[in-house]
């Protein structure tokens, strides 16, 4: 098939084109032609027509990419596993495992609609009414989620919930230490601070691992259509969602926390208190140790900028914005610091 534009950074559409003919006979009708999503700081997502019909497409960032990240094979299995329970997904039409086909491995989904709200501008214009009606069912389904059995739904072996969190204390580490570009103030004393304060287990959980208002989509009604981007998906504690959702909320209002999203400074956005009832009283779940879920989540949005900062040095990513994340690794630390130490809740 003939493509009427080029392709843009990290997808050959005539190949696309091509693996489309071969999986999907007949979904594609003319030439293909696509965008780069607007906020993306990690895999690349794309915008797919042919003129008639819309699809998304996902791929790892471009150049090398740390161990166990960006695994295209887990994103679509958790997705296809949540397709019949109460959490919004949109719909796999294909999944590619073959790096040879655009260069990495990717999937094709449905498009969905919706807005996904990632700036304080965009709520404001809805009203405090719908901005804190919206938040509420961001919590909901965030409950929805942790309240599947994974079993039930095939992901029993999706993850290893023993020890979750010393893992990821160790994980998180091991990607600050493989991306920082430069001696980070105080990482090593959150590091110390979490390793040696890790909670009881809880019961195994699926676990979003990246929940926010910007991955989610919001129809017009303000209910949730769509989860997205599940990459970090895992079994594990629910408590580790429920605390990143917060962390992003309280890095909005850091200068440089602006770049990754703001919508939760919004007048109506529920405020941390409200989240945390919200969620207890859906989920049932006790909020013990919250202090140190939260430092756990600083701890992980420092090693997750730090690598998309070391990602942008390198040339490697797609988009504005990327060159003033350095400003917001340490911020994050010492947040995750004074979480550990503080009485939260």
């Excluded at 090398?64 to 039409?93: C, F, K, N, S, Y």
Aim: charged share 25%; proline share 6%; hydrophobic share 40%.
């Amino acid at each position: 098939m003939t493509i009427d534009q080029g392709s843009p950074p990290g997808l050959d559409l005539d190949r696309l084109a091509g693996f489309l003919d071969r999986e999907c006979p007949g979904l594609i009708e003319g030439p293909l032609r696509a965008e780069v999503f607007d906020g993306g700081k990690s895999n690349i997502t794309y915008r797919v027509t042919d003129g008639r019909d819309q699809w998304v497409v996902r791929r790892p960032p471009l150049g090398r990419v740390l161990a166990t990240a960006h695994d295209m094979v887990r994103e679509r299995r958790v997705i296809a596993a949540l397709a019949p329970t109460p959490v919004p997904v949109p719909g796999i039409l294909a999944l590619c495992s073959d790096p040879e086909v655009i260069g990495a491995p990717f999937y094709v989904m449905e498009l969905m609609p919706g807005i996904p709200y990632r700036q304080r501008e965009q709520l404001e214009v809805l009203g405090p009414v719908r901005v804190r009606a919206l938040s509420i069912r961001m919590v909901e389904v965030l409950a929805d989620l942790h309240a599947v059995d994974p079993g039930e739904v095939g992901l029993g072996d999706f993850g290893r919930p023993e020890g979750f969190l010393a893992r990821q204390v160790q994980r998180w580490r091991k990607q600050l230490e493989a991306s920082k570009s430069r001696e980070l103030l105080g990482v090593d004393e959150l590091f110390e601070i979490l390793v040696t304060s890790v909670p009881p287990q809880r019961p195994a959980a699926i676990v979003h691992g990246d929940y926010r208002l910007d991955n989610l989509l919001i129809d017009d009604a303000d209910a949730v259509t769509a989860v997205l981007d599940w990459e970090m998906a895992t079994i594990g504690d629910a408590l580790t969602d429920l605390a990143l959702l917060l962390a992003y909320n309280r890095m909005s209002r850091l200068e440089a926390g602006a770049i990754i999203a703001s919508a939760s400074n919004a007048e109506g956005f529920l405020t941390e208190d409200e989240i945390l009832d919200t969620y207890a009283q859906r989920s049932g779940n006790d909020l013990e140790h919250v202090g140190f879920y939260l430092g756990l989540a600083y701890y992980k949005l420092a090693g997750i900028v730090e690598g998309i900062y070391a990602r942008h040095l390198g040339g490697q990513t797609v988009g504005p914005g990327f060159d003033r994340l350095e400003s917001l690794t340490e911020p994050l630390i010492q947040a995750g610091i004074a979480s550990c130490k503080g009485v939260i809740r």
